[in-house]
């Protein structure tokens, strides 16, 4: 660490106890589930911890089994825990997902986290402590009303603010009014660095037009990231971290296993490029690897390719970078790969 406390990257956001069908299925016919953990803030925190950041966790949880399992298992990837608050009077959020991916019709969430620990954070009483970067994400603004105040606090400009990162992550059904579209703009207008879909920024905005039009819509961060699916990600950013103003790097292609967190690890391999002080070409192509280590494996997170490997990656030249196809267990490849080939 930086110096006492300080750590690299502190997280803020509600996490949850999930659990995921043994077998494909409507949740209506699955009969049993495996155990497992979700939030796209710790999600950010794990990974970054794992590749040997120090970072933060800062949420509430109930006083409950499922908190006591949550707790435990993000602090097991090395994530510091001690900015987490039992609440005794509401219990923690869970829920149930099926196999399917998100955005089709085999995909059923029940979320059960309305009156949940974590929706009762506040600026009064959330310490979140001091980090190089505080990573938000939208999501935790749709929990309440004193979590969207929450937000807004953090996001606010005061002197020696760290550099705060705001991933959209709009999830309309988590809305109770249609104000969070215009909440989520606030938010991003208010943070450092910015993380948005294309498809998001005109489900939420209703912007077309590509990557320009969203930053013609969001001018205010100095680093904005527009994710493209699978052709890649394009970065507007200051002339100091960037040749010119706008950056798009292709991405590798990747033999899916599930798209669950891919967004969160994306942002996670951007900001540890970030704080190596890496170009802004070099994030993206940290994101994109970091993200194809979580789509090549089930579940939410998945461990990063070592730095020397993706050092290796990153440094390919254009045509070798575009050629690059990257399956199930590449992470663990020794070697770099030849031009074209799986590692």
């Known amino acids: 660490m930086n110096a006492p406390d300080v750590v690299d990257v502190v997280a803020l956001g509600e996490s949850m106890v999930t659990f995921l069908p043994t077998r494909p299925g409507r949740l209506a016919d699955v009969p049993s589930f495996d155990r497992a953990i979700g939030g796209a803030e710790s999600n950010v925190a794990c990974v970054l ?20 399992h949550l707790v ?17 009077l509401r219990p923690t959020g869970v829920y149930f997902r099926t196999a399917g991916e998100r955005g089709t019709s085999a995909h059923e969430v029940a ?18 402590g001091a980090g190089r970067i505080l990573h938000l994400s939208g999501i935790t603004a749709a929990l309440s009303g004193g979590c969207l105040e929450l937000m807004r606090s953090l996001t606010a400009r005061y002197e020696g603010r760290p550099l705060v990162s705001f991933d959209v992550n709009h999830r309309a059904g988590l809305w ?14 208010g943070a450092d660095v910015v993380f948005v879909g ?4 005109e489900e939420a905005w209703g912007v077309t037009g590509g990557p320009s039009a969203v930053r013609e819509l969001l001018p205010e961060p100095a680093v904005l990231v527009v994710k493209q699916g699978a052709a890649g990600a394009t970065a507007f950013a200051p002339a100091q971290a960037a040749p010119t103003p706008r950056t798009f790097e292709p991405a590798p292609t990747v033999d ?4 669950t967190g891919a967004g969160d690890a994306f942002a996670a391999g951007f900001l540890s490029a970030t704080l190596r002080g890496l170009p802004v070409r070099e994030r993206l192509r940290h994101g994109h690897l970091w993200a194809a280590a979580t789509l090549t494996a089930p579940g939410d997170l998945a461990a990063p390719p070592s730095r020397a490997h993706a050092d290796r990656l990153v440094a390919l030249d254009d045509h070798a970078w575009e050629r690059l196809r990257l399956g199930p267990g590449w992470t663990q490849a020794a070697q770099a790969p030849e031009e074209g080939r799986t590692p």
Request: no cysteine; proline share 1%.
């Open 49 to 68: 911890a794992a590749a040997g950041h120090s970072t933060r966790w800062v949420s509430r949880v109930g006083a409950d089994g499922f908190g006591d």
């Open 72 to 88: 435990e298992t993000i602090g097991s990837y090395g994530v510091d825990v001690g900015g987490v608050r039992r609440d005794a």
């Open 111 to 128: 979320y059960y986290r309305a009156g949940s620990a974590a929706s009762a954070m506040t600026v009064e009483n959330v310490k979140v």
């Open 176 to 189: 109770r009014s249609a104000d969070g579209p215009r909440a989520l703009l606030e938010l991003a207008r």
């Open 198 to 201: 294309e498809d998001e920024a």
């Open 256 to 259: 899916i296993v599930s798209t």
